[in-house]
């Protein structure tokens, strides 16, 4: 018998096979997040796997929620939880940005959508059920209208996700 140790679980997701896809939202080395993956393998028995480990802010910066898209691609919510003051081009002025991070089958992650409105995590990202269009929501920070719901169209056939 072993163990592992995780450090802030937060987003989830359990496929129909019973595999589940987790994240730590301030596990690893660098303390910027890991993306982890159970698959049963036999009564009471599975394996458990490291995915990915962030080596810093500029690949994954404290992924909090997770989606798996109707393709198995996955994404991760950003919930920049290092304070680390990292800006982004796309978002002037605003310091601590969250993106949308994307990885497909070669398990490499990139850049899917940058928050430009404010500081705040993305959040809740899930499909249609015919797959085509992509919510999320940005979470605001107690000002009117700062937060929102995003919905995003394809053409999810045409990428990795």
Known sequence: MG??????????????????????????????????????????????????????????????NICVTPRGGILLCEDDASRDGDTHALASGLLNVNRLIGMGPDGVPFEFAVNIANTTEFAGACFSPDGEILFVNIYGDGRPRSGMTCAIRGPWRAGPL
Do not use: K, M
């Open 3 to 64: 163990g592992a140790q995780f450090n802030r679980l937060e987003g989830i997701h359990r496929g129909s096979n019973g595999a589940i896809d987790f994240v730590s939202t301030t596990g690893g080395e660098a303390r910027r997040g890991q993306l982890w993956a159970y698959r049963p393998t036999g009564l009471d028995q599975g394996l458990l796997t490291l995915v990915y480990e962030s080596p810093g802010s500029a690949a994954l910066d404290s992924p909090d």
